[in-house]
């Protein structure tokens, strides 16, 4: 049997289906019925700089912001006509708002210990009139945009289990509403095929013994969110997420133990080295490793203090982990900074790889002959045929930034991505597919058949392409590899990934709160319904 599981990226975004027209409509409308409401209360899309946020503002109660890489909550208040953002308390940012233009908000972004600005551009969404924003259908909604965290991981091929040997099982981050208002962020799939189990926001795990047709709450153990999960290589589950918290199972998802990691740090992924090791990568550098299934870790020297988002075992066991992050270049603009590190001995000892590209790189596969291909932002290509040695860029027709990467079981290379982006006082979304022939040594750009951003992509076992246009719900599908696409019908709201399980069915995580499942190829989905972990409709 096959089981493919479907794309890197960020990771990666919550996103609304925006219809311009009728928003303008009903922001004209509203403020004229609503004379007393805030003029900038509700749910707003954009940019901090060059990072995509969202951001829920309400005069009268809690308002919050979160960029779509990390899938944090960051609180503001309004403070004599300023509104400030909070860390356990701590006002660390500020935010000067000017009035709004029609749909459009913008402002000035300032750290506060630094002084460092950035833009703000923000574009209103639906909810408009919403007493509550941050509670609100279209926040809570958010899409992950895999920009950064796009890339945690979910089964890693370097796991040993069986799935994990197969060509298209891929790194991924789901979301959707759970019953506590949390969302989902990885999936894994144990070694001998039969369970799925999701793990996210405060803790939360649902677990599946029949392909993703039926799925249930567990009991974690902790109240810390989860970002990455795998199978071990003896057939244990283990997660890893905020405060360096670990939880593992040795029953197949049923019951779940508690350990830490010994690092403070955020982690966003963990893989399982030949040898046996479990790595975990995380914020700040971070990197800690286990020899003993996870009950025990020790942190090591990654060489870097930039956040590591994706991890990989590239050919003769070497690791490969990249990650990035936004910096001030000095003149008050933003610069992207990015990371790659290798490691030839499980994991104990790594070094930095000399850069050449400034782009913050989102995905990363091994391909067929072993070479190595990771793409990010600006389109950026970069690939490497020694181990991860030494990179070159490549030329991949596009300067839109690129948020996933699959191959086909015939070698077909396609990579996925959008952006949005402030075009004449207007956000304008823009989607990209790129495609290779021949290992990823040139690329094409294809006809997408969709302009809304494309977030994930996969390649099941018989080698049809699938791949999610997030912000309007609709799938676009390839049978010939990727040089052509036809736009299918939708998922419902705001999906984020696909996955096919072991009996070739598709599942693909809407929301608020929906998992859809098609049991025919994508032609047809029905809703699946989860016992005691979300809301059900």
Known sequence: MNNDIGGTAM???????????????????????????????????????????????????????????YQTDIPLTLHENEWEGTDNGVVTETWALNNPQG????????????????????????????????????YLNVLSKSSERSNLSAVSKASGSKSAERKNVRDRIVYFETISGGLFSNIAISRDDKVLVVVGQDGEILRSTDGGANWSQVESTTKASLYGVIATHNGELVAVGDHGVVVRSTDGGTTWSKNYSGAQSLLFGVIATPDGALVAVGENGVIVRSTNGGTRWSKVNSGTEISLYNIITAPK???????????????????????????????????????????????????????????????????????????????????????????TPKGMLVAVGGELKSVENSMQRLSVIVRSTDGGTHWSVVESSTK??????????????????????????????????????????????????????????????????????????????????MKEK
């Open 11 to 69: 990771l990666n975004h919550l996103a609304i289906h925006l219809r311009s027209l009728l928003l303008a409509g009903l922001w004209l409308l509203t403020t004229a019925c609503h004379a007393d409401q805030p003029a900038w209360q509700g749910v707003w899309s954009g940019t901090i700089g060059k990072s995509e946020v969202r951001v829920c503002l309400d005069q009268k109660g809690q308002s919050a912001y979160r960029y779509l890489r």
């Open 452 to 533: 809304n951003q494309i977030y994930s992509v996969i390649a099941t076992h018989n080698g049809t392409l699938f791949a999610v246009a997030g912000d309007d719900g609709f799938v676009v599908r390839s049978i010939d590899g990727g040089a052509n696409w036809s736009r299918e019908s939708s998922i419902g709201f705001a999906p984020t990934t696909f996955f096919a399980t072991i009996d070739g069915s598709l599942v693909a995580m809407a929301g608020p709160g929906d998992i859809m499942r098609s049991t025919d190829g994508g032609g047809s989905w029905v809703k699946v319904k989860v016992k005691n972990g």
């Open 103 to 138: 749909n459009m908000l913008e402002g000035k972004w300032r750290k506060r210990n630094s002084g460092k600005t950035l833009p703000i551009r923000l574009n209103r969404l639906a909810d408009v009139n919403s007493s509550a924003p941050c509670k609100s259908p279209t």
């Open 317 to 407: 066991g070497v690791l490969v982990a990249l990650g990035g992050a936004d910096d001030d270049n000095g003149s008050g603009g933003l610069h992207s900074l990015n990371v790659i590190v290798r490691s030839t001995d499980g994991g104990i000892s790594w070094s930095v790889i000399k850069s050449v590209t400034d782009s913050v790189l989102n995905g990363i596969i091994v391909e067929a002959n072993g070479a190595l291909i990771a793409v990010g932002e600006q389109g950026t290509i970069v690939r490497s045929i020694d181990g991860g040695v030494t990179w070159l860029k490549v030329v991949s027709g596009t300067k839109i930034p690129l948020t996933d990467i699959v191959t």
